[in-house]
C-alpha cells in the first residue's frame, strides 16, 4: 500500500509538460462544444421545442389539478383525436368529447395531484410525441360518499404545432 500511495504521489506531483497541456485543451474544446444541453433533471435535450413541450406537458399538470376544463382545452388542438390506443371506435375521443368528458369528470372529482415525469420527446418538423410516467392520486365524489383513487402509468402524449404553439393531439 505504501509503494502505491509513493507511486500516485510521483504520478501527482510530476509537472505536466505544456505540450501535453495545450493538446488536452484543444481536444477537449471540441468535445466540450458539442455536448448536449440537457432539460434541467432530464435527459431530454434542451431546445425551443422540446423547452415548449414540456412546459405544455406542466401547464397542462398544473390546470388539471386546479380542475380546470377551460385551461386544458386552452392547451388542446381542435384536431385533437385519440383512439385509446385500441381498434373500438365507441371509446375515441375527439375535441368535443375531450371538452365534455373533462367539465363532467372535474366537477365529482373533490382533489387531485398529478405527478407526471417526462421522459422523453421526439420532434419531427411540427409534429412531437412526449412519453411520459405519471401517478395520478384523487378523491371522487360518488353516491356512496368520497372515494380515493389512484392510477399510475406509462403514456404518449402527442403534439402538433399550430401558430408557433404546441398543442396537444391525443394522450390527454
Request: aromatic fraction near 8%; charged fraction near 25%; include cysteine.
Amino acid at each position: 500500500m505504501a509503494r502505491l500511495t509513493a507511486v500516485a504521489d510521483r504520478v501527482l506531483r510530476k509537472p505536466m509538460r505544456p505540450f501535453a497541456t495545450t493538446w488536452s485543451l484543444l481536444l477537449a474544446v471540441p468535445l466540450l462544444a458539442c455536448a448536449t444541453h440537457r432539460i434541467p433533471g432530464t435527459q431530454i435535450p434542451d431546445t425551443s421545442d422540446t423547452r415548449a413541450i414540456v412546459a405544455a406537458i406542466e401547464a397542462y399538470r398544473l390546470a388539471a389539478e386546479h380542475r380546470d376544463a377551460g385551461a386544458v382545452m386552452a392547451l388542446v388542438s381542435p384536431h385533437y383525436y385519440d383512439n385509446a390506443g385500441t381498434p373500438d371506435p365507441s371509446d375515441d375521443v375527439d375535441y368535443a368529447l375531450l371538452r365534455a368528458r373533462l367539465s363532467d369528470d372535474y366537477q365529482k372529482i373533490t382533489a387531485l395531484r398529478l405527478d407526471i415525469n417526462v421522459k422523453q420527446v421526439d420532434v419531427m418538423g411540427d409534429r412531437a410525441a412526449a412519453y411520459v410516467d405519471y401517478d395520478e392520486y384523487y378523491r371522487i365524489a360518488t353516491k356512496a360518499g368520497e372515494v380515493a383513487k389512484q392510477a399510475s402509468d406509462t403514456h404518449r402524449m402527442q403534439f402538433a404545432r399550430e401558430d408557433h404553439v404546441w398543442h396537444f393531439v391525443s394522450g390527454l
